[in-house]
């Protein structure tokens, strides 16, 4: 099998990756291209790793889950070229106009799991005299824990967990006939919670997966270490700001950070956010205010 990244294995103790199945991250990385706006993206430390452990420079990296392209901005920056696919038609524009012509590019606003998918990007790849992809990384909706769309081939908009599970696998199949031979592909899933029980939606994609040919290497958990997000979900009760006693320092910097915002210095409001979530504070933004 060839070498399949530009990572120096002679020294691969120097090697700034993390091998191991538990990642915890301290932080995510904000910075260039990616954008906070669309919540629900991952963070961009993931497709980063992937992305240098298992390509070289001007390889070909497929998306078939575009949303805030935060694969495509890594691809980017790592020189690597990207072919990616989204139902929606917005986010594929703000994609094409995000990254540049450094790298080649190509789009398509479908459904990935459709049959027609395949066949295009097989035709654009034969006109590139590219074999196939060298690494996918899939990142499909959590069955309807969030919507995505309204789009009636949006996985989101799935019914139950057989359709959501039937459609992936069309585009699992997809994606295992566009890969070269012998490559990676990366599913990033998380399980979901529903009246009352735990459904492994992981396991049941991974199964999916390894019955359509694919081999299972490894299972990667990752934890954010300080995602309080996940803490909020279970203990955040709403409460309207004047039925308690906000601490004044609370109050400074909600305030200082609605001032960023109105200045359109989010940076800075983002910066504030965080050390409110870090003191257990979460800020929800209205219309009219905060
Ligand atoms: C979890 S998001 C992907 C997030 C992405 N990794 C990021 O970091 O921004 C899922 C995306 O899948 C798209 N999607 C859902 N069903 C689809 C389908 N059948 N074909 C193509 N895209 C689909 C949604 O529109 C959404 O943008």
Same mark, same amino acid.
């Given at each position: 099998?060839?070498?399949?990244?530009?990572?120096?294995?002679?020294?691969?103790?120097?090697?700034?990756?993390?091998?191991?199945?538990?990642?915890?991250?301290?932080? $995510?990385?904000?910075?260039?291209?990616? +954008?906070?706006?669309?919540?629900?993206?991952?963070?961009?430390?993931?497709?980063?790793?992937?992305?240098? $452990?298992?390509?070289? %420079?001007?390889?070909?990296?497929?998306?078939?889950?575009?949303? =805030?392209?935060?694969?495509?901005?890594?691809?980017?920056?790592?020189?690597?070229?990207?072919?990616?696919? &989204?139902?929606?038609?917005?986010?594929?524009?703000?994609?094409? *106009?995000?990254?540049? &012509?450094?790298?080649? %590019?190509?789009?398509?606003?479908?459904? +990935?799991?459709?049959?027609?998918?395949?066949?295009?990007?097989?035709?654009?790849?034969?006109?590139?005299?590219?074999?196939?992809?060298?690494?996918?990384?899939?990142?499909?909706?959590?069955?309807?824990?969030?919507?995505? =769309?309204?789009?009636?081939?949006?996985?989101?908009?799935?019914?139950?967990?057989?359709?959501?599970?039937?459609?992936?696998?069309?585009?699992?199949?997809?994606?295992?006939?566009? #890969?070269?031979?012998?490559?990676?592909?990366?599913?990033?899933?998380? &399980?979901?919670?529903?009246?009352?029980?735990?459904?492994?939606?992981?396991?049941?994609?991974?199964?999916?997966?390894?019955?359509?040919?694919?081999?299972?290497? +490894?299972?990667?958990?990752?934890?954010?270490?300080?995602?309080?997000?996940?803490?909020?979900?279970?203990?955040?009760?709403?409460?309207?700001?004047?039925?308690?006693?906000?601490?004044?320092?609370?109050? #400074?910097?909600?305030?200082? $950070?609605? *001032?960023?915002?109105?200045?359109?210095?989010?940076?800075?409001?983002?910066? #504030?956010?965080?050390?409110?979530?870090?003191?257990?504070?979460?800020?929800?933004?209205?219309?009219?205010?905060?």
């Amino acid at each position: 099998m060839p070498k399949f990244n530009d990572l120096d294995l002679k020294n691969w103790k120097e090697i700034d990756l993390n091998m191991d199945s538990l990642w915890v991250i301290p932080e $995510r990385k904000k910075w260039w291209k990616h +954008s906070n706006f669309y919540h629900w993206n991952f963070i961009p430390q993931i497709p980063e790793h992937f992305i240098k $452990r298992y390509t070289k %420079k001007c390889w070909c990296v497929f998306d078939p889950f575009l949303w =805030s392209a935060t694969t495509a901005i890594e691809t980017e920056s790592l020189g690597r070229n990207i072919v990616w696919v &989204d139902i929606q038609e917005d986010l594929i524009k703000r994609a094409n *106009e995000l990254i540049w &012509d450094s790298i080649k %590019k190509y789009f398509l606003v479908w459904d +990935s799991g459709d049959i027609k998918t395949r066949n295009i990007i097989k035709w654009y790849l034969e006109t590139q005299q590219v074999e196939g992809f060298d690494l996918a990384i899939l990142h499909p909706p959590y069955a309807d824990i969030i919507k995505f =769309s309204g789009e009636k081939e949006d996985l989101s908009n799935c019914k139950t967990i057989d359709e959501f599970l039937d459609w992936f696998e069309k585009v699992l199949k997809n994606t295992y006939n566009l #890969l070269k031979g012998w490559w990676y592909c990366v599913i990033v899933i998380w &399980d979901k919670y529903q009246n009352s029980e735990w459904i492994p939606l992981g396991f049941k994609c991974m199964e999916r997966w390894q019955k359509i040919w694919f081999k299972l290497k +490894s299972i990667i958990v990752k934890n954010m270490e300080w995602n309080r997000w996940k803490y909020f979900k279970t203990l955040f009760k709403p409460i309207e700001k004047e039925e308690i006693e906000v601490p004044k320092e609370i109050k #400074l910097l909600t305030e200082k $950070r609605w *001032e960023a915002k109105e200045n359109k210095d989010f940076a800075t409001a983002d910066k #504030l956010r965080d050390e409110l979530l870090q003191k257990w504070w979460k800020v929800l933004d209205k219309k009219e205010g905060y």
